[in-house]
């Protein structure tokens, strides 16, 4: 993960966020690594305090994030040895203003991030002002990871329920494989239904591992400027 460059302001909205969230890891907690530009940062800042003498065992949400923090030297551990997190840091594409739910997974890694999710105790979510929407999916589609066995027939599935699904394509014109093996189509999200409807009616077709709606998951929202942070708390 290239870290952002330093003079752009979208950039700076990043930093100042992960700057912030990466503050609240105190010395003693098992942290969640999460994915993406924004979390490179965080990992960066905590590779940063775990030099000085900060204390900490995290583990990562995709495998560029483990490199990232084994690279620091940063202590990672497995869920064999560490069944909880206190807390996990990530990033976001989309948080709907008021409730806090999410999109996730534009970076790939939305299975391991929701496993290691909820897993933590706390999610914090670390972002630029432009992932903050009225409507979830009004700006990004729905990542949904898929088993590839068969999976013309999920798309099928998911299309008759008005997905839309459109697979994740690499540069080089082959389907994007995901840490897990999986393909990723992109969706709609139908407005019959309503997000929780979208979300079990996305878990309850076979041939779909998991989607990338984080429903009530998130706790906190910081959002990064160029002149400091604000920091939304979910009412739960
Ligand atoms: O969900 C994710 C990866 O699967 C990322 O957290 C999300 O894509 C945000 O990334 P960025 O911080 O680069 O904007």
Redesign the pocket.
């Known amino acids: 993960m290239s870290l952002p460059k330093q003079n752009d302001p979208a950039e700076a909205a990043?930093r100042a966020a992960a700057q912030w969230a990466a503050s609240q890891i105190e010395d003693g907690m098992k942290v969640g690594l999460?994915?993406?530009?924004?979390?490179a940062l965080v990992i960066a800042e905590v590779g940063r305090r775990v030099a000085e003498g900060m204390k900490i065992t995290a583990i990562a949400t995709s495998l560029r994030s483990q490199e990232q923090a084994e690279s620091l030297k940063i202590p990672m551990s497995n869920f064999g040895d560490t069944p909880r997190l206190d807390v996990t840091i990530?990033?976001?594409?989309e948080v709907q203003e008021g409730t806090l739910h999410l999109i996730?997974?534009?970076?790939?890694?939305?299975l391991r991030?929701k496993i290691v999710a909820m897993a933590s105790d706390k999610l914090l979510i670390a972002v630029d002002p432009s992932k903050l929407v009225k409507t979830l999916g009004s700006v990004f589609q729905l990542p949904v990871e898929i088993v590839p066995f068969g999976w013309e027939t999920t798309y099928k599935r998911l299309s008759d329920l008005g997905f839309a699904p459109e697979m994740r394509m690499k540069e080089d014109g082959t389907p994007y494989i995901t840490d897990g093996q999986h393909y990723i189509f992109h969706c709609a999200l139908p407005s019959e239904r309503t997000t929780e409807g979208n979300a079990e009616a996305l878990k309850h077709t076979v041939g779909v591992v998991e989607h990338g709606l984080f429903l009530g998951m998130a706790n906190r929202v910081v959002i990064g400027s160029p002149d400091g942070i604000q920091v939304l708390e979910a009412n739960r």
């Open positions: 990043k999460g994915s993406g530009s924004t979390s990530d990033g976001a594409d996730k997974g534009h970076g790939g890694a939305l991030e």
